[in-house]
Structures are given as structure tokens and as C-alpha cells.
């Protein structure tokens, strides 16, 4: 039985700061993008996951194929930067479980509301959780969200023989918010 969820990677990876500098010349733009990468990679490690770490915080993984046939590679890629346009320090993801179609009032900012007369599609999400930011800072779900699917496909791929597969690829950048990673 698994302990380990995509939503509860996705809870700890939107807490580390991995704000984009649009204004640096270093790669990455910020090295803060690389706490998230040292963790992944000690994830990745403890999971028995072969991967690789670039200078620039790129972690490249593969799951080798179980099956006998030929089959072609998968490739999946996500970033792990977030925009420049709002703080990514001291983020407080919420979730709100079953939600029932109700406001959500972000608690930081209480002038921001979400709605399902503004976001009508918010509708289709009644009994589902939904996770935001409290209200002062960007949630950072363009791309913690990919990131933490591919980690937790990673993992089950890795750890259930009985999912056939061919040879699985993973690749995580820095800086594609501000136009420099992949």
C-alpha cells in the first residue's frame, strides 16, 4: 500500500521557493530552483531511481523497460521553476477537501475570492478536493503540479512489476518561465 501520494509531493514541492530571476545571467536564474532539484534527486535516490543532476538543475531519470518486446520510449517533461510575477516564498497551500461549490475566500487576502460565476468550470469540481494558495503568494501549480506526477509515475513504475512498460524518461528543468530552460 502506498503512503506516498502526486498530491502530497505536490503539497511539499509548492513550499520550496523556486522563483525564476528573469534579470540573472546565471543558470539557473536563481539558485533557490536547485533545493527543489537536491530534493527530488534524494527522492529519486531513496527510491532506487537512476538519474542524472546537470549544473543547472535539470534531473534526467529513466525507468529501463520490464517487457520483452520492442516498445517505444516514453518521454515525459515538466519545469520546476515558478513565474517572477508573484512571490514563491512562504507558500501555504490549502486544501479544501470535498469541496461543495461554495466561495473560496483565500484567508491571506480575503479580497480574493474564487467562484463558480467567475470560474464556471469550478462547477465540475463539486466532491473533489481543491488545493490554492492562501492569498499572498503564486501557488506555483504551472509546473509543481506535472512535476509531481512524473515523480510519483516514477515511483510506481519502479516499484509494480506488474504495470508493463517500455523505457520511461523523465526530464525536469529550471528557468522556463522566463524562456531559458528547455
Given at each position: 500500500?502506498?503512503?506516498?501520494?502526486?498530491?502530497?509531493?505536490?503539497?511539499?514541492?509548492?513550499?520550496?521557493?523556486?522563483?525564476?530571476d528573469?534579470?540573472?545571467?546565471?543558470?539557473p536564474s536563481s539558485?533557490?530552483?536547485?533545493n527543489?532539484?537536491?530534493?527530488i534527486?534524494?527522492?529519486?535516490?531513496?527510491m532506487?531511481?537512476?538519474?542524472?543532476?546537470?549544473?543547472?538543475?535539470?534531473?534526467?531519470?529513466?525507468?529501463?523497460?520490464n517487457v520483452?518486446?520492442?516498445?517505444?520510449t516514453?518521454?515525459?517533461?515538466?519545469?520546476?521553476?515558478?513565474a517572477?510575477?508573484?512571490?514563491?516564498t512562504?507558500?501555504?497551500p490549502?486544501?479544501?477537501?470535498?469541496y461543495?461549490?461554495?466561495?473560496?475566500i483565500?484567508?491571506?487576502?480575503?479580497?480574493?475570492?474564487i467562484?463558480?460565476?467567475?470560474?464556471?468550470?469550478?462547477?465540475?469540481?463539486?466532491?473533489?478536493?481543491?488545493?490554492?494558495a492562501?492569498g499572498?503568494?503564486?501557488?506555483?501549480?504551472?509546473?509543481?503540479s506535472?512535476?509531481?506526477?512524473i515523480v510519483?509515475?516514477?515511483?510506481?513504475?519502479?516499484?509494480?512489476?506488474s504495470?508493463?512498460h517500455?523505457e520511461?524518461?523523465?526530464?525536469?528543468?529550471?528557468?522556463e518561465?522566463?524562456?531559458?530552460g528547455?
Open positions: 500500500m502506498r503512503d506516498y501520494t502526486a498530491s502530497k509531493r505536490f503539497l511539499q514541492y509548492v513550499q520550496v521557493d523556486t522563483q525564476a528573469p534579470m540573472s545571467t546565471t543558470y539558485m533557490k530552483q536547485k527543489l532539484t537536491n530534493h534527486s534524494a527522492e529519486l535516490t531513496s532506487g531511481i537512476e538519474h542524472e543532476v546537470s549544473d543547472e538543475g535539470y534531473i534526467y531519470a529513466t525507468i529501463p523497460s520483452t518486446h520492442e516498445t517505444p516514453i518521454f515525459f517533461c515538466s519545469h520546476l521553476d515558478t517572477p510575477d508573484c512571490s514563491g512562504d507558500v501555504k490549502i486544501v479544501h477537501h470535498k461543495q461549490g461554495q466561495d473560496i483565500l484567508p491571506d487576502d480575503t479580497t480574493q475570492v467562484t463558480t460565476s467567475l470560474y464556471p468550470q469550478l462547477a465540475n469540481k463539486i466532491g473533489h478536493d481543491i488545493i490554492t492562501s499572498q503568494t503564486l501557488l506555483g501549480s504551472d509546473d509543481k506535472g512535476v509531481a506526477i510519483d509515475l516514477l515511483y510506481q513504475l519502479s516499484t509494480d512489476s504495470l508493463p517500455g520511461v524518461r523523465a526530464l525536469l528543468t529550471t528557468d518561465e522566463i524562456g531559458k528547455v
